[in-house]
């Protein structure tokens, strides 16, 4: 009874009291009695004895029929202010950038009363172009996760800022000699001009950037190739072949959404002209990766192999002189190569050879090699800047390890990571850094590092502080805040500052300064900040500069600031060459393994991020961990079967993992992605999976040769979102429908005929949808990658709980899009396709006919409606939907969420609560929001494109295209009118409004047979 | 052998019977009644932190609902004004009366005012003042005669029969949308034609079906 | 038609009397009467025992449901896609068992067939039981309990809505409860008399009143005879068509969906069959035990248990054609969802269930071809114990297996029962036999009156006119 779940004014639900007694000492109790009975207040809460309280209370809700437990007292709390442009409960929308991993991306995001809510792609900036990554996607989780660093830790106890500061003033750097500074991958201008200035203060300083994932190896190739400081800009868009030597461009080797956008632009058959632009993708590689899905023609090597192909390419396309192919057989990989080789010589410039920041430098150097000896376009050159003292690698990070063990460091600041835990096990670095007298940590957790450092300080969110960001391309973004640092958080600048002994120590001012110092019209050393009101507009108007920065703020991109000039450069083939010469050969035989960055976890930084934790990895589709992924036939030679756990060994390193069976992994070749088992984390993230830096070493950062493996006797539960075996193909159903290019120009019917669908009739009336608006949706199968943007992006906006690794086991994940992957082909070379499955929203609905209480109804508009409020769970509609795409709440799963976690939550969707069923909506928050955004503006017609659904936003691919149905110019029905647009399980007459448009492949006709 | 019961007993037996019977339909007319919103939420006036009395503001000095819930006509929420909206006036006006001490007590500090929300709709309810109001739904369909109203309460159900009455029937409670406000406006001729009119005029076509209120 | 009048040897032979011992009305109304008048300080220890067991067991149930509304369907096994598990398998299980004794109360009344006579009021009072079990899963299936009653069509100002009257859900309430209302209407009219004659003997006043008030004034007058008469059979007509349409209802569940395994427009008459099939299995079992406990062999004959044998196995095989035609539909369709889901049925993970439930539903009822056999106590005691797990399996094969590998091979899952799946059916199968041990015990578990009417005939000592009214 309301009694005792009076609500409290914080918008994160009710509170429940354990006892009335509880209760009766809380102060919404005492406004309670004085608001319902006036004239009693006082002697009820001062005079009588709880009891007698109580009692009163109980006679009172007789006496007042019902009044006083009629319903919890909610406040009403106004602004006692006010400020400009905001109106209660309205979203506000801002521009911002990510840097992940030195990646950046430009994002808009939606907050609701001074909260965070959601994360988009920022249209105007060119590497988001309005699309955003799941990781991106979820990073908004990282800012509201309750056991984020909540306060400033020496030797790991709690003390103040203050404390800190003292501390960093006390420290006696001198010339620097043994300072030392460790961050990850720096992408901020500001920070640059920063960080020059302080290693000008302080000439011995040295500045070490190391991220468990490097990208430096590009930078290293065109040494190599061009002896000059130059670095690559792909533009995917421009390639009609591609070959992806063991690069994963359309999963985790760029963290930005470019790729797949250039990518995917050839895959778009909007009309027949399109058929002509459609690209063909090699993918040669270790373990499957997307990229390997997407791709056109596969081949499994060990990823130290790779080079050898790479050269045996180069060579086989007269490239690299004085050098001839290797084992030029009739096996799989001679007939690959050969193929390859007469297409990207037939592609010309149209063509691009590819590798991934995992590939030694020459590999890299090999492949420019190859992209400029074709004549492509779709590789150029950017000359980059370098830094004195400042190194990048894992080298460089080997060589302070080296210096702190030698006790050549005294102060070492490490901004941002967790090296303790990502770094190199060889290396030791925890047990390097003791040896360092003061070791400040800047970081978002207390991790690993956290607690090995003297200092750890609690790092600001990405949204909750100044800072700026520029695209490898040279576009900066301004980083704004949109909330105030929950935990107190600091940035890296302003640490640095601190450390710098600078006089601007306020991030706002850090950045403000920098940027309008270019400026045109600036005033040089300017801190103040601009008032706002009247006095604003007045020293706006009145300076350019001012006028420029807020422009910049605003927009999402600096004004000015623009892709920089491409370089021309020549690679040089005999130094390649000779490079190649004393490269060391690949280790013939054994067991290798590859380390590769997590789609869910990353490096590690979202291993507290339930979002990404459950979302399953797109190809083996496990949750809540990672495995040693391993071919059937090794699997079968080792005699391993999935679970098994095993050690795995080389030289003093080892660690225990269990192995799972991945078709299409190449033989002999181990997998495991990094960023699991971590032992310092918060709830979600502790023990979850297991940690491959325990094997990773300075020598072998990416495969390590010849590892022992043995079996331990023990075993392991994967978790899988799909039933692994027979579920893994399609058991000859039509329901993934792909067909070859030049067929479909045959024979365009070649879809359709993948199913009979004979003349079917309803014994309902059948309703007509011919009037006003008619949502559907078309998802093009050809360009999905599969990247689970989409699913995280679904997360974020409709509140579906993160219900655990337990949970899903049973088989009770909540996603309402889900990604489904079959497996085509044989067990060893399979091909693996990807299908998003939203619910149908079918016009026949099957669900709804069954719901007793009429919870699941149509609406005139085509909308399958899901009601939660008059849902009672008996859970027929799930059982009685085709897709299974209805998601039961079988337990409270919000229950747990923390009032930090649940700012999170889109105001505009309900939380659901145990018991009842929910699905996909196709949005109808925003469908309503823009309805009623149309009306109040005269009651307009609603623009196509106008609505976006979440899903489609943030798709990179834009596979997902959502719409009015019923207006013919829309570009759904267009799509919807293509040959190729199918809709799964016709044959049901359920007429489902979401459909899809087939795969074309792009297949080689050579390498068919 | 002698019966047990007296012949009378059948009587009494049938009664009992019949009395049963009555009792539960009572039971469960009297659970669909109180169980209506009508019975349970109408009449809700709790005490607000500042004696406010809207039949002065509004009613007599004759305020504009739209000078203090300015949000009304852009926005799903009908925002309560900051404590600057009260003390535009009430730095000039009534300076020093005590009644008004938590209001400049709120300006003075910053705190808000905690108002007291009477009119409140479930969570999974999602209505939109923006939308109705420019429909021409007047303030009075849901709120009744606040300018009558010294201390606030709710004057209508406000459950779901209530909010599809109007929905399947719009007309008789839409006006133009200047009179929107004026709570006290008679219609100079029938209602319901200005309703039908407005309807054809503005293509009002509220939803009836549930994603039109529940998200 | 009237029995044979004993005298005629030939006709023994084929048709031996169905109360042997020629016992006369007093030796009746004494062996079925003093079970229930019997001093409760004089009952059988073991009763009490028993008793004791059984409802420690209600006890568990009431603590499995209190968990389940508190926690939420989690507690269950039930994931996605298996939304239906061991709670609307128990619920059908349940319905079907509970088909047997309007079964024999009615149809056989309708069809004059005597022997029914000494087991139709225990087949009343398991039906009543059975049903009473089953209504708990249909409640507690809901994730949110509290508001089953949207299920029903109650008045409902506030919302201003209604059901959705295409859902079979709603037909299965209106289904199940018309059946129940129905059952006990039934089940006390057959008691009244008897229980008159209880009263009429009842020694101490509680008792007398007790079962004065219950018997509702009944002097067996004529014209009361003739208006219980009356009512019985007009009561009988109503029920016959109850015990075809509940679980023709039940059946629209599944039949009315899309998936592959249930979408089959057989399951009525399958459902049907299996009901009885399943219910007379129980009755079975409960009466051979009642027999050997309260020593009935002259009431509960061999004869009855026979005639009952062999509905058993003509039900059996009924049901065993159904399997067989399911899977021929399946294959002669060419539907490859639903070719698949019969090769999966019976060679999938779930190839156990599918197997158990053939071999007890039609293989193991194949013994009763034997004249031996059916007449042998304990192999018909055995056969009635496997014929009910096999209609359980038959319940959970069609009902969860057909979930758990639809359409899309993504979405295939797997279920496991957890404890409290388990406990909460167990805890059903307690609160039946409690409520039946109780209903042993107060209650005459034999039609009192109507053996009387059999052995009247069977004595020739009715003029032939009342032989036609029973």
Not at chain 1, 752 to 763: A, D, F, N, T, Y
Not at chain 1, 901 to 921: A, F, I, Q, Y
Not at chain 2, 99 to 117: D, F, K, M, N, Y
């Amino acid at each position: 009874m309301s009694l005792v779940s009076i609500k409290t004014a914080a918008p994160t639900g009710p509170k429940y009291w354990r006892s009335l007694d509880e209760l009766a000492k809380t102060p919404q109790f005492r406004e309670f009695v004085e608001q319902e009975f006036p004239a009693h207040a006082d002697e009820m809460l001062e005079g009588n004895s709880r009891r007698t309280v109580l009692k009163l209370m109980a006679a009172s809700f007789g006496l007042a029929g019902l009044a006083a437990c009629r319903r919890p007292v909610e406040h009403i709390y106004p602004t006692a202010k006010g400020w400009d442009n905001y109106v209660p409960g309205e979203k506000l929308t801002y521009a911002t950038a990510v840097s992940l991993a030195g990646q950046v991306t430009g994002l808009l995001v939606e907050t609701h009363d001074g909260r965070p809510t959601k994360i988009e792609g920022n249209p105007d900036h060119p590497f988001s172009q309005g699309a955003a990554t799941a990781l991106v996607q979820a990073s908004l989780l990282n800012l509201y996760d309750p056991d984020r660093s909540k306060s400033v830790l020496e030797a790991g106890k709690e003390t103040s800022w203050s404390a800190f500061e003292a501390t960093v003033k006390s420290l006696s750097l001198g010339d620097g000699s043994g300072l030392r500074f460790l961050s990850e991958t720096v992408a901020s201008p500001s920070l640059f001009a920063l960080r020059a200035d302080v290693l000008k203060k302080f000439p011995k300083a040295k500045w070490v950037e190391y991220e468990a994932f490097q990208r430096n190896a590009g930078r290293a190739g065109a040494m190599i190739a061009f002896n000059e400081a130059v670095s690559p800009q792909t533009d995917f868009s421009k390639a009609k072949v591609i070959v992806a030597l063991d690069s994963d461009f359309l999963g985790q080797d760029w963290q930005t959404p470019l790729p797949t956008k250039q990518f995917s632009s050839r895959r778009h058959m909007d009309s027949e002209e399109d058929f002509d632009k459609i690209n063909r993708l090699y993918s040669v590689e270790s373990q499957f990766s997307i990229t390997g899905a997407n791709a056109d023609h596969r081949l499994r090597l060990r990823g130290s192999e790779i080079k050898q192909f790479a050269a045996d390419l180069a060579a086989a396309l007269g490239a690299l002189p004085g050098l001839n192919v290797l084992n030029n057989g009739t096996d799989r990989r001679s007939k690959f190569l050969a193929a390859i080789v007469k297409d990207l010589k037939a592609a010309g410039k149209d063509s691009l050879v590819i590798t991934s920041p995992r590939q030694p430098a020459i590999v890299h150097a090999l492949a420019f090699l190859i992209n400029q000896s074709l004549g492509s376009t779709a590789m150029e050159f950017a000359k980059s800047g370098t830094q004195e003292r400042v190194e990048a690698g894992v080298d460089a990070l080997k060589a302070l390890v080296g210096e702190m063990n030698a006790g050549q460091v005294s102060t070492l600041v490490m901004l941002g990571g967790n090296p303790v835990y990502t770094a190199p096990a060889d290396l030791a670095f925890a047990s390097a850094l003791a040896k360092v007298a003061a070791s400040l940590h800047l970081g978002p957790d207390e991790d690993e590092t956290a607690a090995s450092a003297k200092w750890h300080v609690p790092e600001a969110h990405y949204l909750e502080s100044w800072g700026d960001a520029v695209t490898s391309t040279g576009v900066a973004t301004i980083q704004q805040p949109m909330i105030d640092p929950i935990f107190g958080g600091r940035t890296a600048a302003e640490i640095l500052a601190l450390v710098s002994g600078s006089p601007t120590t306020k991030a706002h001012d850090i950045v403000k300064n920098y940027w309008m110092s270019t400026f045109p019209g600036s005033h040089p050393g300017e801190t103040k900040s601009v008032a706002s009101g009247k006095d604003a507009v007045k020293e706006i108007t009145a300076n350019p500069a001012e006028q420029a920065w807020r422009k910049s703020v605003h927009d999402g991109i600096v004004s000015g600031t623009k892709p920089q000039e491409t370089a021309k450069v020549t690679a040089d083939a005999k130094r390649i060459a000779a490079a190649w010469a004393t490269e060391p050969k690949a280790a013939e035989g054994g067991i290798e393994v590859a380390f590769v960055p997590s789609a869910s976890v990353f490096d590690g930084r979202f291993a507290n991020n339930g979002w990404m934790q459950e979302a399953p990895d797109p190809i083996n589709k496990v949750v809540w961990g990672n495995a040693a992924l391993i071919s059937p036939a090794t699997a079968k030679a080792k005699n391993l079967s999935d679970g098994d756990v095993v050690t795995l060994t080389r030289g003093g390193l080892k660690m225990e993992v269990s192995v799972l069976t991945q078709p299409g992994q190449a033989d002999n070749a181990i997998t495991i992605a990094l960023g699991y088992g971590r032992e310092r984390c918060g709830r979600a993230g502790k023990d979850v999976g297991f940690n491959a830096n325990l094997l990773r070493s300075s020598d072998a950062f990416w495969y390590a040769p010849n590892v022992e493996i043995a079996t331990t006797g023990k075993t392991y539960t994967h978790v899988t979102t799909q039933e692994r075996g027979l579920a893994d193909g399609m058991n000859n159903r039509p329901l993934y429908r792909e067909v070859d290019i030049a067929e479909y120009k045959k024979n365009p019917k070649a879809i359709e005929e993948q199913s009979e669908v004979p003349p079917l009739h309803s014994i309902y009336t059948e309703l007509n949808y011919d009037k006003g608006y008619q949502w559907g949706m078309a998802i093009d199968l050809g360009s999905c990658t599969g990247c689970n943007a989409c699913v995280v992006a679904c997360v974020a906006e409709n509140n579906t709980p993160v219900v655990g690794k337990d949970q899903v086991a049973r088989g009770r994940e909540m996603h309402w899009i889900r990604m489904d992957r079959y497996y085509v082909g044989s067990e060893d070379e399979p091909r693996a396709v990807e299908q998003p499955l939203p619910c149908m929203q079918c016009e026949n609905a099957p669900c709804e006919n069954v719901c007793p209480v009429a919870a699941t109804t149509h609406t005139p508009e085509g909308l399958n409606d899901m009601v939660y409020n008059r849902c009672v769970g008996t859970r027929y509609c799930a059982n009685n939907c085709p897709f299974k795409v209805r998601h039961f709440n079988f337990l409270n799963f919000h229950k747990g969420d923390s009032d930090i976690l649940s700012m999170v939550h889109n105001p505009d969707v309900t939380v659901r609560m145990r018991g009842v069923m929910e699905k996909c909506t196709y949005c109808v928050q925003r469908i309503q929001e823009t309805r009623i955004a149309a009306k109040a503006d005269g009651r307009r017609e609603i623009k196509d494109g106008e609505i976006k659904t979440a899903c489609q936003q943030t798709c990179p691919a834009d596979a997902i295209v959502f719409g009015n149905i019923n207006d013919p110019q829309s570009k759904v029905s267009k799509l919807k009118k293509q040959e190729r647009n199918y809709a799964m399980l016709a044959e049901l007459d359920i007429r489902p409004r979401t459909t899809y448009l087939a795969r074309l492949r792009n297949p080689n006709p050579e390498l068919e047979a | 052998m002698a019966a047990i019961f007296p012949k009378s007993s059948d009587l009494i037996m049938k009664v009992a019977g019949a009395l049963i019977g009555l009792g539960a339909v009572a039971a469960i007319s009297a659970y669909a009644y109180y169980s209506y919103p009508a019975q349970i939420d109408v009449g809700y006036q709790p005490v607000q932190p500042v004696a406010y009395s809207h039949k002065l503001h509004a009613g007599d000095l004759g305020l504009d609902c739209y000078y203090c819930h300015s949000t009304v006509y852009k926005a799903a929420f009908a925002a309560v004004p900051s404590t600057n909206t009260c003390m535009n006036c009430h730095t000039k006006v009534k300076t020093d009366s005590p009644r008004l001490e938590v209001v400049r007590e709120s300006a003075r500090t910053g705190q808000a005012i905690p108002w007291v929300h009477i009119h409140r709709l479930p969570d999974y309810v999602y209505f939109n003042h923006e939308a109705h109001l420019n429909a021409g739904v007047s303030c009075v369909s849901c709120h009744g005669r606040i300018d009558q109203m010294v201390e606030v309460e709710q004057a209508k159900p406000l459950n779901m029969a209530f909010c599809l009455d109007c929905h399947r029937d719009p007309a008789p409670n839409l006006r133009p949308t200047e009179q929107v406000t004026k709570l006290a406006w008679v219609p100079d001729r029938d209602p319901r034609a200005i309703g039908e009119e407005i309807i054809a005029q503005k293509h009002i076509n509220p939803p009836v079906n549930c994603s039109g209120c529940h998200r | 038609m009237s029995v044979a009048v004993p005298q005629d040897p030939q006709l023994l032979e084929v048709n031996p009397p169905l109360v042997p011992g020629h016992p006369d009305y007093h030796d009746v109304t004494e062996q079925i009467s003093t079970i229930v008048e019997g001093d409760v300080r004089t009952t059988p220890m073991k009763y009490w025992i028993t008793l004791a067991c059984t409802s420690s067991i209600v006890v568990l149930l009431g603590g499995m449901l209190t968990y389940l509304a508190l926690t939420g369907i989690g507690v269950w096994g039930n994931n996605r896609p298996v939304g239906w598990a061991w709670d609307i398998t128990n619920f059908v299980f349940w319905i079907g068992i509970g088909h047997a004794g309007t079964l024999i109360s009615a149809i056989l009344f309708l069809f004059r067939q005597k022997w029914r006579t000494s087991i139709n009021r225990s087949a009343e009072a398991m039906t009543l039981f059975a049903v009473m079990c089953a209504a708990i899963f249909p409640v507690f299936h809901t994730g949110r309990p509290w508001r089953a009653y949207w299920l029903f069509p109650v008045p409902n100002t506030d919302l201003g809505m209604w059901q959705n009257f295409r859902s079979p859900l709603i037909w299965d309430v209106f289904a199940v409860n018309t059946y129940l209302t129905v059952s006990i209407l039934f089940w006390f009219t057959g008691l009244v008399p008897d229980l008159a004659t209880l009263r009429d003997r009842a020694v101490g006043k509680v008792r007398q009143y007790i079962f004065a008030a219950l018997s509702m004034g009944w002097r067996g007058s004529a014209r009361h005879w003739r208006h219980y008469e009356a009512a019985y059979l007009i009561l009988a007509g109503i029920s016959t068509p109850l015990v075809l349409s509940v679980h023709s209802v039940v059946s629209f569940d599944f039949a009315t969906s899309v998936i592959p395994g249930w979408h089959t427009t057989i399951f009525p008459p399958y459902f049907v069959a299996g009901a009885i099939f399943s219910g007379f299995a129980c009755v079975m079992t409960l009466l051979l035990i009642a027999r050997w406990t309260l020593n009935l062999q002259d009431l509960i004959t061999m004869k009855h248990l026979e005639n009952m044998n062999k509905i058993i196995l003509a039900t059996g095989t009924i049901v065993g054609y159904a399997y067989a035609m399911e899977f021929f539909i399946a294959w002669y369709s060419g539907n490859m969802y639903e070719r698949f889901t019969f090769w999966n049925r019976a060679f999938g993970p779930y190839w156990w269930a599918a197997w158990s439930m053939y071999t007890c539903n039609v293989f193991i009822p194949q013994l009763y071809w034997f004249k031996k056999l059916r007449t042998n106590l304990w192999v018909m005691f055995i056969i009635s114990i496997t014929t009910n797990i096999g209609m359980w399996f038959e319940r959970f094969v069609i009902i969860a297996t057909s979930l758990t590998r639809d359409f899309l091979p993504t979405s295939w899952g797997y279920f496991h029962p957890t404890y409290v799946d388990i406990c909460t059916f167990i805890g059903t199968v307690g609160l039946f036999l409690t409520l039946f041990l109780l209903f042993a015990r107060f209650l005459p578990m034999i039609a009192i009156s109507e053996v009387k009417g059999v052995v009247a005939v069977e004595k020739g000592s009715f003029p032939k006119e009342r032989q036609e009214v029973h």
